[in-house]
């Protein structure tokens, strides 16, 4: 827990969440700002910073972060017509909340651009 962190403080309990999934590493909650009709954010519970703060032992932890995502799209009904899975890492990469988090975007087609 990174007391100024606010992903630390909704895994905490702290600051509310709209959480669609927990169990004992991750959590999943709803975005306050979302971009399409299925917007979810998928975070560990250990404040890691970012993809640039993953180690080696980390691999499966992100495995089930993934397959996690793909079985929520699954239960929001986006998975048929497809989704996003996005992992911002650092300013350039625009990552605003510095505690690793998975979009799972739905719901509308997305544009192709990459930014
Ligand atoms: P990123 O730019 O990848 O760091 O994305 C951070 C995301 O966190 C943005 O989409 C925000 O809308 C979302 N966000 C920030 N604060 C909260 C919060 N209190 N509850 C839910 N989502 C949040
Ligand atoms: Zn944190």
């Given at each position: 827990m990174t007391a100024d962190c606010v992903f630390c403080r909704i895994v905490s309990g702290e600051i509310p969440g709209d959480f669609v999934f927990q169990d004992h590493e991750m959590v999943a909650f709803r975005d306050?700002?979302?971009?399409?009709?299925t917007h979810i954010l998928l975070v560990p519970r250990?404040?890691?910073?970012?993809?640039?703060?993953?180690?080696?032992?980390d691999e499966e932890f992100i495995g089930r972060l993934i397959l996690r995502a793909k079985a929520l799209a699954e239960q929001e009904g986006v998975a048929e017509r497809g989704y996003r899975l996005v992992l911002n890492c650092g300013v350039y990469g625009g990552q605003i909340v510095p505690h690793l988090h998975l979009h799972l975007i739905g719901g509308r087609k997305l544009g192709d651009s990459l930014g």
């Open positions: 306050i700002h979302p971009v399409a009709s250990e404040h890691i910073g970012s993809v640039q703060d993953l180690k080696s032992g």
